[in-house]
Nanobody, 119 residues
């Protein structure tokens, strides 16, 4: 199996910063792309940022210039540094990884971590 453990969500004032972490463990051959999604109340889950095995990144337009995704392959961990946070960033943030396991690539999700930005 594959387990994802997220951490770092919190309540923060607008303009503040948070760093989310997602550690991947279990039985797998390799981790492919890693990413962060978020879901605000009453809204659909949306992609926030994604990073490939080669380090290529893409971001939602709403977070460009404020958020930075990175990964530590030795630790099987992906990070999301969030700066200049806004109230509209309030959501549950989910880690997503694509993993090669038993000859197949498959997506796995974390349990979610709450980020609340007060105005």
């Amino acid at each position: 199996q594959v387990q994802l453990v997220e951490s770092g969500g919190d309540l923060v004032q607008a303009g503040g910063s948070l760093r989310l972490s997602c550690a991947v463990s279990g039985s797998f051959f390799r981790i492919n792309a890693m990413g962060w999604y978020r879901q605000a109340p009453g809204k659909q889950r949306e992609l926030v940022a994604r990073i490939t095995t080669g380090g290529n990144t893409n971001y939602a337009d709403s977070v460009k210039g404020r958020f930075t995704i990175s990964r530590d392959n030795a630790k099987n961990t992906v990070y999301l540094q969030m700066n200049s946070l806004k109230p509209e960033d309030t959501a549950v943030y989910y880690c997503n990884v694509n993993v090669r396991r038993a000859g197949y690539d498959r997506d796995y999700w974390g349990q979610g971590t709450q980020v609340t930005v007060s105005s």
